[in-house]
């Protein structure tokens, strides 16, 4: 069966995506209030406070990210459980896994500031060179030339990254693997347990979700010395690629893939909205996205009392509408998993003293995992009604291509504005809040047009 590619999830994937970029290059400082910041790290001096609850739409981000990827995993491996052994299924993902784990790595170490503390021309280039290299090693080129010259070309490419690494003497001394980008090296790890547990559970769901209190159990059981728990909790074969502690993100990979499951198995022709129903999906698709707003203002503020009446009346409402229409079973699969794992969330907010991104909390994994499952809600019916089509295409454009989205703007764009001088009249607008939040918008705009040209010449970046 030929699996129609789900916009919806391109969207969810490039709005997350355009989320990061954007909430990395905003004003830092004293300018922008703490809720355009990680809860755990406010202004104005960003120190880290572990003891501070709550979240803001900067700690949801990654979520969006990571949910976005556990849905793609059914859409991704379906055809291929059906048709190839576990062995090739499994090689696919461990090679999944030390592409990105390279990617991780080389990107944090093809930064101008990780190679020099300050900056040159040359680093700056060699910074650019490091872009051009990853069109070489992750580029889709087996689309564009013949099978060998598309493997040469990925080969010259590695080759090229792997002397660059060994030879280069960067700022923090001789090159270490444990220097990398840990955003990636999580999202390495959930893509390969996360497509592992799937394939072995593709028709059994709910014992997907029953390997998650073994999880959990493992994480509470570590700090007892001499236990199973804390022996699984600190093995690692390999440190710099493999820690138990990333596995934390199962919580919000695993429903995911449930949301993914849901999108193979929709019918399309029963699945259209009809016209008398439109109303009904915009009053879903609203409170769902009224939802996201409320939770950020209520668990940031520490409004909980009415947070959660105000999700309760919320969550009511939906359970009302999606009673109502006839067709949208998929909708109605996506609404009650918002719910559930809201509600859970919320129940576990006092537990661990509050939802916190970092360190991160069981409140924090479900909450985001529900208003993950609300954003693509929103964003599916949005898409089957055929509204905001121009927006939607353009986050969609990215969402096809993230790698590039990623790393535009640390690889190419930064060293570019740095060495035109252009960076200076950036830096200048983080003199009020209107400016400072203007000056990541234009960056981040940057990004997306960058991605966005490389997309429509039907150029990605894969592993």
Known sequence: MQITRNQSLDVLRGTAILLMVLCSSIAFGKVLPAWMF???TPPPYHVFKPEVPGITWVDLVFPLFLFSMGAAIPLALNNKADQQPFYKIA?????????L???????MHARAWVMDKVPTLTTHLLSI???????????????HVKKYSAMGIKIFGFVVAAV???????????????KSDIIILVLANMAFFGGLIWYFTRNHPWLRIGILPFVMAIFLGAKEVDSINNLIFNWSPAPWLYQF????????IIPGTLAGDWFLKENKQAEQIRDSSKKIFIAIASIATLLIIVNLWGLFTRALVLNLVLNAIACIALVILTKKIKAGKTIKQLTQAGIYLLMLGLFFEAYEGGIKKDYSTYSYYFVCSGLSFFALLSFSIVERLGYLKNLMGFLAANGKNPMIAYTAGNLFLIPLLKMTTLSVYLDAMSTNAFNGFARGLIFTGMVALITIFFTRLKFFWKT
Do not use: C, D, E, M
């Open 101 to 107: 784990a390279f990617f991780a790595i080389f990107t």
């Open 38 to 40: 990680h809860a755990q």
């Open 91 to 99: 090689l696919q993902l461990a090679t999944r896994l030390l592409l």
């Open 129 to 143: 060179g490091g872009f051009v290299l990853l069109f070489l090693i992750y580029g889709n080129w087996s689309a």
């Open 164 to 178: 660059f690494l060994y030879s280069y003497p960067f700022a923090y001394g001789q090159f270490s693997l444990a």
């Open 245 to 252: 502690y990333y596995l934390k993100y199962l919580f919000i």
